[in-house]
């Protein structure tokens, strides 16, 4: 603190010597009084920051576009070591030290200020394996968003789960033509992490999922609870469930080893279920089937006819 020379008598007014200040706590972890006065301190910035925030609000529709567009919030997430975050204010001090007055001789430059607040996400202590999965989801609900849209926020997501699962728009199709036959109770073998049974539920049909996996069935049963009733989500073969109540059934094999690879693919003839039993269960109830071009080559055309299927091209079914 300087004095400014601008008191009176006996008052004295101070301001600030520099224009930036930073301190480490650790240098503090012994003097508990220097460490109640820099919480007080650090909650008071909190605050002042806070309280011009607000003040920007207020007055930004007042001030020219160029400003309003550049100048208010804005954050980001960062997977970093301790090492990597220390490197990474640095470098952010640097970059604040080298614009610190690079708009001194233009007459349009205005002081601004900008405010640098890292906190960690896991603030119970949670392990890296929790942070990294809660990391990894938030990416899948990004990328999420293009085939579920809004819907995607509130979704859990596997990486193979998300890539074969059927777009909403395209699922809405689906579940529609069934509705429109007069099919109300359905069956969805191999539901995924749920998409085709979201889509099944958006338009008030009754579904019994299930699928092999007990993990994919665990997040299809997560994203699927918000129906309630209408939805039941099994961990179960779907060889093994009973038809007897369903009057339609949806069936999408799987096409991966369960724990393989991003790669890995199984051959049509190793699809599960297996096409010759979905094609059984096509001949007893209306039965709709999602299917990639390799099944073309598996299925004999008897069994096309019989089951009464018609193969489209899979690029407008997923």
């Not at 207020?58 to 070591?81: I, K, N, Y």
């Not at 338009?203 to 699928?211: F, Q, R």
């Not at 109830?285 to 008897?302: N, R």
Request: hydrophobic share 40%; proline share 5%; net charge negative.
């Amino acid at each position: 603190m300087t004095d400014t020379g601008e008191g009176e008598g006996r008052r004295r007014e101070w301001r600030a010597a520099s224009e930036r200040h930073s301190w480490v706590d650790s240098d503090f972890a012994g003097d508990e009084d220097a460490r109640t006065a820099l919480a007080w301190l650090s909650r008071d910035y909190v605050r002042q920051f806070a309280a011009g925030a607000e003040r920007w609000l207020d007055a930004a529709e007042h001030w020219p576009a160029e400003w309003v567009d550049v100048l208010g919030l804005s954050d980001g997430f960062l997977t970093v070591t301790p090492e990597q975050t220390a490197a990474f204010s640095a470098e952010l001090a640097e970059l604040m030290a080298r614009y610190r007055d690079a708009g001194a001789a233009d007459p349009r430059a205005r002081r601004i200020h900008v405010t640098s607040f890292a906190r960690p996400l896991d603030l119970a202590g949670h392990g890296p394996d929790l942070v990294s999965a809660v990391v990894g989801q938030a990416r899948l609900r990004s990328r999420a968003a293009a085939k579920f849209g809004p819907f995607a926020g509130r979704m859990l997501f596997t990486p193979a789960g998300l890539e074969q699962a059927t777009r909403l728009s395209v699922a809405a199709r689906h579940a529609g033509r069934f509705r429109d036959a007069g099919r109300r109770r359905i069956a969805d073998l191999g539901c995924g992490i749920g998409g085709d049974t979201l889509g099944f539920a958006a338009l008030g049909l009754e579904v019994t999922a299930v699928d092999a996996d007990e993990p994919t069935a665990a997040v299809a049963a997560y994203n699927l609870a918000p129906f309630g009733d209408t939805v039941t989500v099994s961990h179960a073969r779907a060889e093994d469930v009973d038809l007897a109540d369903r009057d339609a059934v949806w069936l999408d094999p799987a096409r991966r080893p369960v724990g393989g690879s991003h790669n890995d693919r199984l051959r049509a003839d190793e699809y599960s279920p297996a096409l010759s039993w979905a094609f059984e269960v096509a001949a007893r109830i209306p039965t709709g089937i999602k299917l990639g071009p390799a099944s073309i080559a598996t299925a004999s055309p008897t069994m096309w006819r019989r089951s009464g299927s018609v193969w489209t091209d899979p690029r407008s079914s997923s």
